[in-house]
């Protein structure tokens, strides 16, 4: 225990000296590194606040210590014992907290996104479903109040979409849709069936960490650049000049095409800020198998051919396998009430890391 309150003595001194740094003319004049020093102030602002309580009821269960000793008074002893038994009982918990608290945050988790989404195997219904998981990211992203940018869109022949790639920025967004990678089935009678057969189809959702240039250094003469008319929707205007750009990363064999917007220079920035997220991706993966090898996670392994979820239409319900939690609410998490698993995934993921020692 005394190595985790030198720990939160060591925060609060950090957290001191940064409330200094914040009111200094020349740190608010450098506006990046005034933005660094503010995330971190409201970081550790929540840390020694828990901290505190932490520290309380320690102070707590030794003034109920040294009563139980003293007191001779068998009614007064008797509630003592009640109330240090309730105070063990939140000093565990409490350290539980703090433990977690002081696990390194993954830098990545405070990033922006790019997601893709793409029809599996299922053909045409395959592709509906994924615009029902595009339809139900976007009803989850305005309940977040993040924003959202679409960067290309492949329709589906009946509805829906083959593929759908678009960026969500806003405050913690990789941290929370990070656990969406994967693949996700569908079972239900497709409007297409006759005989009334309940179908699997599958979709892929891919959550990749928007990098930066610092993060990913891509050589220019290692990637080539393709233009074309646009096959979507947007009008004359795009189907008549070729604002389409599809970039070609040689040495991985990435490729990624742009084409929603009417300006060629926009989407070849779009195009390029996904291949670089692409490229940073494939890495971060590999860092992520090593992970869940290391401590056998099955929450949030960077293997993106894992089935993590089914929706489940004629019984009404969804399970994600990871966690094996079967929810009985397949119409509002299809309409974007998803909290309630993505909080199950960062609380299983939690306890394994506590489990084996990362904090």
């Not at 940064?18 to 003319?25: C, G, T």
């Not at 005034?34 to 030794?62: C, H, P, Q, S, W």
């Not at 979507?232 to 000049?241: D, F, L």
Request: one cysteine or more; aromatic letters at 6%; glycine letters at 6%.
């Amino acid at each position: 225990m005394k190595d985790l309150l030198d720990k939160l003595v060591a925060i609060e001194d950090r957290y001191r000296e940064v409330s200094l740094l914040i009111v200094d003319p020349e740190v608010i004049s450098d506006n990046q590194r005034y933005a660094k020093l503010m995330k971190e102030y409201k970081d550790l602002g929540k840390m020694v606040e828990l901290f505190e309580l932490y520290r309380n009821v320690t102070e707590n269960i030794t003034s109920s210590k040294d009563m139980l000793e003293s007191e001779q008074d068998p009614e007064m002893r008797d509630m003592a014992k009640e109330e240090l038994d309730s105070l063990l009982d939140e000093e565990l918990r409490l350290r539980d907290e703090v433990k977690l608290a002081l696990i390194p945050n993954d830098p990545d988790d405070q990033k922006n996104v790019i997601v893709e989404i793409r029809a599996g195997t299922g053909g045409d219904e395959a592709s509906i479903f994924a615009g029902d998981l595009f339809r139900m990211y976007t009803k989850y992203i305005e309940t977040k109040n993040w924003s959202m940018e679409v960067a290309n869109l492949n329709e589906g022949s009946v509805g829906g979409f083959k593929e759908v790639v678009f960026s969500v920025s806003g405050e913690d967004v990789y941290g929370t849709l990070k656990y969406e990678s994967g693949v996700h089935r569908v079972q239900r009678v497709p409007a297409t069936e006759s005989q009334g057969r309940v179908h699997t189809s599958a979709a892929t959702v891919a959550v990749l960490p928007e990098a930066d240039e610092v993060d990913v250094n891509i050589n220019m003469a290692d990637v080539k650049k393709d233009t074309y008319r646009s096959s979507g929707a947007g009008g004359q205007h795009v189907n008549k000049t070729e604002s389409a750009v599809r970039l070609t990363h040689i040495p991985t064999g990435v490729v990624v095409e742009c084409q929603d917007g009417r300006s060629q220079h926009k989407n070849y920035e779009k195009a390029l800020q996904v291949l670089r997220s692409r490229l940073y991706e494939r890495e971060l993966a590999k860092k992520q198998q090593e992970r869940a090898a290391e401590r056998k996670s099955l929450v949030s392994t960077g293997d993106r051919s894992a089935k993590i979820r089914t929706y489940n239409y004629p019984q009404g319900r969804v399970t994600d396998h990871r966690i094996n939690l079967t929810l009985y609410n397949l119409q509002s998490i299809i309409d974007g009430d998803i909290d309630e698993i993505i909080e199950s995934l960062k609380v299983a993921e939690n306890a394994e890391k506590l489990k084996t020692g990362q904090a």
